[in-house]
């Protein structure tokens, strides 16, 4: 419920932020007709704090209305003019998830879709298994703001209350998915690694105390149940060529003054060597058995002919082998190449966890009860700096 106080001064500040012209001023007071969908825009911008929403209690309610598993389709720039942002590729990882769950609720999976152009996108959309797009297509979307994106789907939410929501644990995930759990007052649960249903609700399970044990979360008393889940986790569906979305257009009326956050310069960053481990084919990982950052580079020189790039386990990293991008981990970043090669890494729980969705892993170590072997498919128990030099002169002789 909405409610305008007596401290309403009538200075019209909330009418041109409402996204859905919910707001007319009568006598000098703002009051809400039916459109308004409980976004809270209007509340952040009065002055003196005359707009309350409450909340009804979420045990009292009734969710059977609640259908539908979104997911968040986040958009990244390409460089290309005639084709400057495309889907980032967590959102299909994501839509294969939704599929699942949806297919054992027996509901529809939508992706939700803010641009200020569209590119055909709910083609693809559709090809990894969303059944719908909402789609809000506006100039104030050219790029993502917290303000405005969490505004536009807490209106979306509102009106057509999805069960749950995923968003990737991206930069902009990790920014909008809170905001919107904070603005509709429902849990959420971050960096998920696991997502199943379980007696008809969404079972999400993410590791806790340092990665030593692995929570299950469940939100019964609200929706939506809401997760992020990080890129290279879940596993991409193949893409069903001429499978269809049906987009469905949605309409928001977004003023400027809703961006309370300026960008005045953009720069695009990128690695010394652009390198990008999360979207690598083959990764060749060193950890604190390496021992010096000179034997270390070793490393470089077989990521080289294998045509990979090179990790790193937390331990090299803190011993500056390898700067934090090339992480790998719960603190780091979470990989699934074709093929990773570990040199020297245990294998702590927090390494695995970034990695062990790689298709094949092979592990070398001298010890032979190193947890890092449970993970992988070969193992090589010997001395790293015999064996790297080895593979090097391999791979050069072919
Ligand atoms: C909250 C939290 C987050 C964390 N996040 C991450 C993360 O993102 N990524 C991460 O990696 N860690 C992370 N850690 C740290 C993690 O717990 C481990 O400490 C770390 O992964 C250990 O790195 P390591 O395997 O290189 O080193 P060690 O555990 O010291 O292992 C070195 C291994 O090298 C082997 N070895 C030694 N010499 C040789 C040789 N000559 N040839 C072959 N093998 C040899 C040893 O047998 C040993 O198994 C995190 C910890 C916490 C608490």
Redesign the pocket.
């Known amino acids: 419920m909405i409610e305008v106080s007596n401290k309403c001064i009538g200075c019209t500040k909330c009418v041109p932020v409402c996204p859905f012209a919910a707001i007319n001023m009568i006598s000098k007071k703002a009051v809400m007709n039916e459109a308004c969908t409980l976004c809270g825009a209007c509340v952040q911008v009065c002055p003196v704090q005359a707009i309350t929403i409450t909340r009804e209690e979420a045990s009292a309610k009734d969710f059977s209305g609640y259908k539908g598993v979104w997911v968040y389709v986040e958009l990244t720039e390409t460089g290309d003019k005639t084709h400057p942002k495309k889907i980032k590729p967590v959102t299909f990882e994501l839509l294969g998830a939704a599929r699942k769950l949806a297919d054992e609720l027996r509901e529809e999976v939508c992706a939700v879709l803010l641009t200020d152009k569209d590119h055909n996108y709910a083609k693809d959309l559709g090809a990894y298994g969303a059944d719908k797009v909402y789609m809000v297509e506006h100039d104030e979307l050219f790029e993502y703001n917290t303000d405005v994106f969490s505004t536009v789907i807490v209106g979306l939410v509102n009106r057509h209350k999805p069960s749950s929501m995923l968003y990737g644990a991206t930069i902009q995930g990790r920014d909008l998915a809170p905001r919107v759990a904070s603005t509709l007052y429902v849990g959420l649960t971050a960096d998920c690694t696991a997502l199943a249903i379980k007696d008809g609700l969404l079972l999400q399970s993410r590791p806790a105390f340092?990665?030593n044990i692995m929570a299950d979360i469940l939100a019964p008393n609200s929706r939506p149940q809401m997760s992020t889940v990080r890129p290279n986790v879940m596993k991409m569906n193949e893409p069903v060529v001429g499978r269809t979305a049906v987009v469905v257009r949605e309409s928001a009326k977004l003023d400027k003054s809703l961006r309370r956050v300026k960008v005045l310069e953009r720069k695009i960053a990128h690695d010394a060597a652009g390198v990008k481990i999360e979207t690598a084919g083959v990764i060749v990982s060193?950890?604190?058995?390496?021992?010096t950052k000179e034997k270390f580079r070793q490393l470089e020189e077989l990521s080289k002919l294998l045509g990979g790039v090179v990790g790193?386990?937390?331990?090299?990293?803190d011993l500056g082998f390898k700067d934090k991008a090339h992480?790998?981990?719960?603190?780091?970043t979470t990989v699934s190449p074709k093929l990773y090669l570990s040199?020297?890494?245990?294998?702590?729980?927090?390494?695995i966890v970034?990695m062990k969705a790689s298709d094949v892993i092979v592990a070398?170590?001298?010890?032979p009860n190193?947890p890092?072997f449970n993970v992988a498919k070969y193992g090589i128990v010997?001395?790293?700096?015999e064996?790297v030099p080895k593979l090097i002169e391999a791979l050069k002789k072919k």
């Open positions: 340092g990665g060193g950890g604190r058995g390496m021992k790193a386990s937390r331990a090299a990293v992480q790998v981990g719960q603190s780091g040199f020297g890494i245990s294998g702590a729980v927090q390494h970034g070398v170590n001298k010890d190193a890092i010997g001395d790293a700096h064996i």
